[in-house]
């Protein structure tokens, strides 16, 4: 069954930059539309990017629009996600998830796997 696992999270300065990863195993991650996930405490998780199984669709929640870019390396069978210009409010844990189309980005519960989450934090 699909696995997957994000990495790359960390302590940042406001301005700062770093790279997400949600890498795959058990099954190839080509044919999922993946998306990255945040929530931040007592908050609901919501939508930051996904991209379609053919890497050739992506979207982006307002918030991340021009700061963040959602890529996809299939010969490694993972999933990038690259924060620039980060801002205290990105502070969350962030998660991939892996679902059949780009829905999964309007209706995260219906994403099919979950990574465990890594943290990000933004702040002086």
């Known amino acids: 069954q699909l696995q997957l696992v994000e990495s790359g999270g960390g302590l940042v300065q406001p301005g700062g930059s770093l790279r997400l990863s949600c890498t795959a195993s058990?099954?190839?991650?080509?044919?999922?539309?993946i998306g990255w996930f945040r929530q931040a405490p007592g908050n609901e998780r919501e939508a930051v990017s996904c991209i379609s199984p053919s890497g050739r669709s992506t979207n982006y929640a307002d918030s991340a629009k021009g700061r963040f870019t959602i890529s996809r390396d299939k010969a490694n069978n993972t999933v990038y996600l690259q924060m620039d210009s980060l801002k205290p409010e990105d502070t969350a844990v962030y998660y991939c998830?892996?679902?059949?189309?780009?829905?999964?980005?309007?209706?995260?519960?219906?994403?099919?796997?979950w990574g465990q989450g890594t943290q990000v934090t933004v702040s002086l």
């Open positions: 058990g099954a190839a991650l080509d044919p999922y539309a």
């Open positions: 998830g892996a679902g059949n189309n780009l829905i999964i980005c309007s209706y995260p519960d219906v994403t099919d796997y």
